[in-house]
């Protein structure tokens, strides 16, 4: 297959939660959240010099291409892995960057304040992620074998979620526990497959686990 025939098949699948288009680079720390949210995730590629209709229109400059280095090497904390294949359509250059799912989360984007932030990526969006979130992955160092202690506020908290999803705020307050506490406690109860959670309407919301059915 050729280079036009195998980036139009990538197009063909339109944006999606392991892919993004970038019709042009001109902001490193724009891109970083990309890379940190693909990361973050189940990783995804950038194609860059495409359109968001999947026109085709070619990466206009080496600049551009530096920045990409500088989005996963400079503003990524810790440095995100990514790899470069070039391509070339009809006399244009089109940059497909792969980013793999990362060892280390989270992997943060620096904005222009110096902030180091977290990324998600659900469906063809990039999400700054929960608290509970950043939680998870601390837990997830942890070694196996690990046991989590089964106290008052862990019943609290399964009691206030009882039949419902709520945010984390809510949960806080319904349950009369520090919001620093429920993050950790609801870390470990996702960790234990105990709850789960979902975002919908833009918000993370936390509820029982419910097995997938057969």
Known sequence: M??????????????HQQQDFKYRVSDA?????TVSAFANTDGGRLLIGVRDDGNMSGVRSEEEIYMMHLAAYRYCRPEASIKFDTFHVDGRTIVVATIPPSKRRP??????????????????????????????????????????????????ILKVLQNQHLPLNQIARRSRI??????????QLIRFRIVQWEYINQQFLFGLYLPPCP
């Open 107 to 156: 992997v943060c984007a620096v904005d222009d304040e110096g902030k180091a932030r977290a990324y998600i990526r659900i469906a063809d969006e990039n999400i700054v992620a929960s608290p509970v979130l950043l939680a998870i992955w601390r837990e997830a160092q942890k070694p196996e074998g690990t046991m989590m202690t089964y106290t008052d506020s862990t019943k609290r």
């Open 178 to 187: 520090p919001r620093h506490k429920v993050i950790t406690l609801l870390a």
């Open 2 to 15: 050729d280079d036009k025939h195998y980036l139009q098949n990538l197009i063909r699948e339109g944006e």
């Open 29 to 33: 720390k724009k891109l970083a959240k």
